[in-house]
Nanobody, 119 residues
Framework: QVQLVVSGGGLVQPGGSLRLSCAAS????????MGWYRQAPGKQRELVAT???????NYADSVKGRFTISRDNAKNTVYLQMNSLKPEDVAVYYC?????????????WGQGTQVTVSS
């Protein structure tokens, strides 16, 4: 069993910053890709950023240069530093973690956290 605990999110003014974190725990043998996705009202869930176990990152064009994904492998935690936030970044943000336990592969989603950008 794998648990994901998400923290961060909240209300920020345009141009502000927020940091999200997602910590995985449980009977984890290894973690491969970790990522963040978001879903705005009335829209489908979309990729924000991913990071591999080797540190290779991938970003949606809309967040390049503003958001930074990172991970702490010792803590099984992935972070999303969000700078220069815009109203169009408003969404529920979800983390995704893929890896292996002793029983096989897993692909888990954390609970969503709301990010609101408003003056």
């Amino acid at each position: 069993q794998v648990q994901l605990v998400v923290s961060g999110g909240g209300l920020v003014q345009p141009g502000g910053s927020l940091r999200l974190s997602c910590a995985a725990s449980g009977s984890i043998f290894s973690i491969n890709a970790m990522g963040w996705y978001r879903q705005a009202p009335g829209k489908q869930r979309e990729l924000v950023a991913t990071i591999t176990s080797g540190g290779i990152t991938n970003y949606a064009d809309s967040v390049k240069g503003r958001f930074t994904i990172s991970r702490d492998n010792a803590k099984n935690t992935v972070y999303l530093q969000m700078n220069s936030l815009k109203p169009e970044d408003v969404a529920v943000y979800y983390c995704n973690v893929r890896g292996r336990t002793g029983l096989g592969r897993f692909d888990y989603w954390g609970q969503g956290t709301q990010v609101t950008v408003s003056s």
